[in-house]
């Protein structure tokens, strides 16, 4: 590894960071409550909060939680909302109370919800309204004994607050009607918060503050236990990559991906506000016109994305007019970056399209491109400070320069394994302590490393991990289907899309009928985009549904 160090020694990236600079998230924020308390941290819909105002909310709310739900050190406590001002307050209160964070993408259906919370045993949630009714339906069924709701709406500035929440219920009609009797809405619990004083909890490296669910490689959605020590070494890591492009007080960065995804909460939650920087929070980014619509407001210096966002924004007719003289970085992760839109994005803003590599299980980043890189490469990138990566063959050997086989990770930002699953732990973590990711590319003598394949039959939808085994037995479920088969497709939009093979029971059976009870079970990006009826499927000597004959099909 002697000369990939000397590599990213030469890009002006340390090989070596010290990721002991702190011995919990919670220490960091105290740092940078009292650092930054005057600038301006986290911004939505036209309301700002300082670090002053984010030391007191989030406080408060973790005072609630000890004070009040009497919640102890470990208690795991889950939050379903999109980008909105209560994310980073409820998440920092929450591990500032020293209890554990559990991100809940806002879209799950009833049985994605209840999965995730009897799997991870959450005691708590908070929850946006807009969820509620899903809530509703699951919650006899798991352990939360605590539910904290909030309107969208709820932090901004007098009068726009009651105006967002006025028209997202009543106009829009976007919260279904719901009936939780022990609910709380946060900001009662946030007055609640001021009559009580936080309790020191002593917090290790080791705890643990996130549960992050994933699909891992295969199979139902997994909780990748991420410690306090793994995601601070992780930010640190992506402050030495950034640092000779970023001034402590002065960036602004555009956050589109949501916070509960590890991407962006390590990213631009924890990474930008460790140097004081704002965060514009775009709480609906698939609403291209009202994206661009915010960023003509801001001279941003950073925005970080995945492929196909960057590639919405360049196909809006207004983009092209955004002041870019201060942007510094632009950052893709989460699915490949393509070659066509990062030179269109390079024409368009002047300013370099950076690809970087990581999983949920390494907090996320392990590999990234220089950010003196003046052009689109088609590798990943590096490994980041601190990492190891080998490529590996299927006997867990190392593999020489420029032969491909399974990108294997070692470093601080790595898991400490799946939630309560010592078993699928052990799938993924080689004998020499490397992490196995399941995809399959090369590195070359400079250290640079490029993917060629997965190795598994994920599916990758606009960043998104889609597992065929998950959507084939929810279609499976459905009493007009004998067989199917989920495979990922070419999508100019989404990178890949979910195509279904459905082999009929009920004669009757339609696609409509098949889509319908998908949206009933599936989260929107897990829906199959095709649906393709067939009088068999391919299978081995076994019986085992060959998904590899079925795509291109």
Not at 319 to 343: R, T, Y
Not at 513 to 538: S, W
């Amino acid at each position: 590894m002697e000369k990939v160090w000397q590599q990213q020694y030469d890009t002006g990236v340390p090989p070596e960071v010290d990721f002991r600079q702190y011995n919990s998230i919670a220490e960091l924020l105290e740092e940078i409550f009292q650092k930054f308390q005057d600038r301006p941290a986290f911004h939505n819909m036209g309301t700002t909060i300082s670090y002053r105002e984010l030391d007191n909310h989030s406080k408060n709310f973790a005072c609630y939680l000890q004070n009040e739900l009497k919640l102890k050190k470990g208690d795991r406590v889950a939050i379903m909302m999109p980008n909105i001002l209560q994310y980073p307050i409820v998440f920092m209160g929450i591990l500032r109370a020293g209890l554990v964070a559990v991100n809940v993408n806002p879209l799950y259906t009833a049985r994605e919800l209840e999965h995730q919370m009897k799997d991870s045993g959450a005691k708590a949630i908070v929850i946006f309204e807009n969820a509620a009714h899903i809530l509703e339906k699951v919650l006899a069924k798991t352990d939360i004994k605590h539910v904290i709701t909030t309107k969208i709406g709820d932090m901004l500035k007098f009068p726009k607050s009651m105006i967002v929440n006025f028209v997202i219920k009543k106009v829009k009609k976007m919260v279904p009607a719901w009936n939780i009797p022990i609910a709380v809405p946060l900001k009662d619990a946030l007055n609640k918060g001021t009559d009580s004083s936080l309790k020191a909890v002593k917090t290790k490296r080791e705890d643990i503050a996130c549960l992050q669910y994933t699909g891992g490689t295969t199979g139902v959605a997994k909780g990748a236990v991420l410690s306090h020590g793994n995601i601070l070494a992780n930010m640190i890591q992506a402050k030495a990559w950034v640092k000779n492009q970023i001034k402590e007080g002065e960036e602004i960065i555009i956050t589109p991906l949501p916070l509960y995804h590890i991407f962006s909460l390590t990213a631009n939650c924890l990474a930008f506000s460790s140097v004081g920087g704002l965060n514009v929070l775009i709480t609906n980014p698939r609403d291209i016109p009202g994206f661009v619509k915010e960023l003509k407001k801001w001279k941003f210096s950073a925005i970080t994305g995945v492929n196909t966002l960057f590639n919405a924004l360049l196909n809006n007719p207004d983009f092209k007019s955004l002041d870019f003289s201060n942007l510094k970085i632009s950052l893709g992760g989460a699915m490949a970056v393509q070659k066509p839109v990062a030179e269109a994005w390079k024409a368009q803003t002047g300013a370099p399209l950076i690809e970087a590599y990581g999983l949920t299980e390494t907090s996320p980043a392990a590999c990234m491109n220089p950010m003196s890189l003046a052009d689109y490469n088609g590798f990943i990138g590096l490994p980041i400070s601190s990492t190891e990566i080998r490529i590996k063959d299927d006997q867990e050997q190392d593999l020489p320069f420029n032969e491909i086989g399974e990108i294997s990770i070692k470093g601080p930002q790595v898991m400490q394994g799946y939630w309560q699953r010592p078993e699928e732990t052990a799938k993924v973590m080689t004998k020499d302590g490397f992490l196995k990711t399941g995809d399959l590319g090369f590195m070359t003598e400079k250290g640079y490393i490029k993917i060629v394949d997965r190795k598994k039959d994920m599916i990758l939808v606009s960043g998104f991990n889609v597992y065929p085994n998950e959507v084939e037995e929810v279609v499976a479920s459905h009493p007009g289907v004998l067989e199917c088969a989920a495979v990922g497709v070419p999508d100019s939009k989404s990178g890949e899309a979910v195509k279904l093979f459905v082999v009929k029971k009920d004669a009757n059976l339609t696609e409509e009928d098949v889509r319908k009870h998908c949206k009933e079970n599936l989260t929107g990006y897990k829906i199959p985009k095709v649906v393709e009826f067939r009088n068999e499927l391919p299978k081995s000597n076994v019986g085992k549904i060959l998904r590899k004959d079925l795509r291109g099909t």
